[in-house]
């Protein structure tokens, strides 16, 4: 299967903005919820946001991102996005999107994910 790959990371300051890019070269893109998490070194991965399949009516943050990041999909360009705003120097970590396992259902546990991209850096500076 083609993995994901994700781009669109960087370095920026604090309050600032970045978004985020996941290009899945896949037939099936559209039938299937995607994810973003993140991971910070000595941490665990962490549950970012997610959407669901089709037109991406359903959307679902982590309680540390809610209100500031925004997920939306493109099925035409078989691309996610992960719009980050009011960026805090705890929001640092590498990340990653995926697809769900599961069609009908929007997940947010990493082990309901199958396709994980290579991840994509994020530093927010003080």
């Known amino acids: 299967q083609v993995r994901p790959v994700e781009s669109g990371g960087g370095l920026v300051q604090a309050g600032g903005s970045l978004r985020l890019s996941c290009t899945a070269s896949?037939?099936?893109?559209?039938?299937?919820?995607m994810g973003w998490f993140r991971q910070a070194p000595g941490k665990e991965r962490e549950f970012v946001a997610a959407i669901s399949r089709s037109g991406g009516e359903r959307t679902t943050y982590g309680d540390s991102v809610r209100g500031r990041f925004t997920i939306s999909r493109d099925n035409a360009k078989n691309t996610i996005y992960l719009q980050m705003n009011t960026l805090k120097p705890e929001d640092t970590a590498l990340y990653y999107c995926?697809?769900?396992?599961?069609?009908?259902?929007?997940?947010?546990?990493?082990?309901?994910?199958?396709?994980w991209g290579q991840g994509t850096q994020v530093t927010v500076s003080s």
């Open positions: 896949l037939r099936t893109f559209s039938s299937y919820p």
């Open positions: 995926a697809r769900s396992r599961l069609q009908t259902v929007v997940p947010t546990r990493p082990t309901q994910y199958d396709l």
